[in-house]
C-alpha cells in the first residue's frame, strides 16, 4: 500500500530535481549566450573610427623643435585598436633645413603612429627639384614605406627611378635621403646617357 505511494514520490522528486537543473541550465547558457554578444559589439565599437578629419595638415617636430615634414591631406580617419589611421590622396614634403625639398604623393596612405612608419599605396610619386648639392630626382612605384623620422624609405615593387638623366628601373628598393644611397635588391635596368648629355 505504502510502496507505490513512495515510488510516485520518488518520481515526483527525480522530475521536480530534473526540472530545476535544466531552467538553471537555460539561464546559464542564456546568460553565456548575452555575454558573448556583448563581447562581440564591444570588439566591434573599438575598431570604430575615434576620429575622422577632412582637408587636414599637421607639422611633425624634431627634437630640436624645428619642423621636420609636412603631412596633409584630403581625409584621415584613425582608429584606436591598433593606432592606425586611413588617408586619402596624402601630401609629404620635408621640411628640414639642411636638406633639398622633397614632395611624395600618392592615392592614400597608411600610419602606424606606433611604429612613427608611413604606408603610401597607389601611384606614388616622389619629386626632390635640382639644388646646388644634387641632381633632380623623380621615382615612381605602387607601394612605398616611408619612416619620416629616420629619413628613409623602402618599396618591394617594381620601381622607376630618374637622377638627373640617369635613369633606372628595378624591383625591390632601399633609399636613404640623408646620405642620398639608394640601393636595388633585385634585378634592373640602368641607362647612362653620354657625358654631353649629362
Same mark, same amino acid.
Not at 7 to 24: D, E
Not at 160 to 180: I, S
Given at each position: 500500500?505504502?510502496?507505490?505511494?513512495?515510488?510516485?514520490?520518488?518520481?515526483?522528486?527525480?522530475?521536480?530535481?530534473?526540472?530545476?537543473?535544466?531552467?538553471?541550465?537555460?539561464?546559464?547558457?542564456?546568460?553565456?549566450?548575452?555575454?558573448?554578444?556583448?563581447?562581440?559589439?564591444?570588439?566591434?565599437?573599438?575598431?570604430?573610427?575615434?576620429?575622422?578629419?577632412?582637408?587636414?595638415?599637421?607639422? /611633425?617636430? =624634431?627634437?630640436? $623643435?624645428?619642423?621636420?615634414?609636412?603631412?596633409?591631406?584630403?581625409? #584621415? *580617419?584613425?582608429? @584606436?585598436?591598433? !593606432?592606425?589611421?586611413?588617408?586619402?590622396?596624402?601630401?609629404?614634403?620635408?621640411?628640414?633645413?639642411?636638406?633639398?625639398?622633397?614632395?611624395?604623393?600618392?592615392?592614400?596612405?597608411?600610419?602606424?603612429?606606433?611604429?612613427?612608419?608611413?604606408?603610401?599605396?597607389?601611384?606614388?610619386?616622389?619629386? /626632390?627639384? =635640382?639644388?646646388? $648639392?644634387?641632381?633632380?630626382?623623380?621615382?615612381?612605384?605602387?607601394? #612605398? *614605406?616611408?619612416? @619620416?623620422?629616420? !629619413?628613409?624609405?623602402?618599396?618591394?615593387?617594381?620601381?622607376?627611378?630618374?637622377?638627373?638623366?640617369?635613369?633606372?628601373?628595378?624591383?625591390?628598393?632601399?633609399?636613404?635621403?640623408?646620405?642620398?644611397?639608394?640601393?636595388?635588391?633585385?634585378?634592373?635596368?640602368?641607362?647612362?646617357?653620354?657625358?654631353?648629355?649629362?
Amino acid at each position: 500500500m505504502h510502496k507505490p505511494r513512495t515510488a510516485h514520490r520518488w518520481r515526483l522528486l527525480f522530475t521536480i530535481v530534473a526540472g530545476i537543473f535544466i531552467a538553471c541550465g537555460s539561464f546559464w547558457l542564456l546568460q553565456v549566450m548575452q555575454r558573448g554578444d556583448g563581447d562581440v559589439a564591444v570588439d566591434a565599437s573599438k575598431n570604430e573610427p575615434d576620429y575622422i578629419v577632412e582637408k587636414f595638415s599637421f607639422v /611633425r617636430m =624634431a627634437a630640436d $623643435g624645428k619642423p621636420r615634414y609636412l603631412f596633409h591631406g584630403a581625409k #584621415l *580617419t584613425h582608429r @584606436p585598436i591598433d !593606432d592606425v589611421s586611413d588617408v586619402e590622396q596624402p601630401i609629404m614634403q620635408n621640411m628640414t633645413p639642411d636638406a633639398a625639398p622633397m614632395t611624395i604623393v600618392s592615392q592614400r596612405a597608411r600610419i602606424r603612429h606606433a611604429q612613427n612608419q608611413v604606408d603610401l599605396l597607389g601611384k606614388v610619386d616622389i619629386h /626632390r627639384p =635640382a639644388s646646388p $648639392g644634387g641632381k633632380e630626382l623623380r621615382l615612381k612605384t605602387e607601394a #612605398l *614605406t616611408v619612416f @619620416p623620422d629616420e !629619413d628613409r624609405m623602402q618599396s618591394d615593387q617594381p620601381v622607376q627611378m630618374a637622377l638627373g638623366a640617369v635613369t633606372v628601373n628595378g624591383t625591390g628598393m632601399r633609399a636613404n635621403n640623408a646620405t642620398r644611397q639608394v640601393d636595388f635588391a633585385g634585378r634592373g635596368k640602368l641607362v647612362y646617357p653620354p657625358k654631353a648629355a649629362r
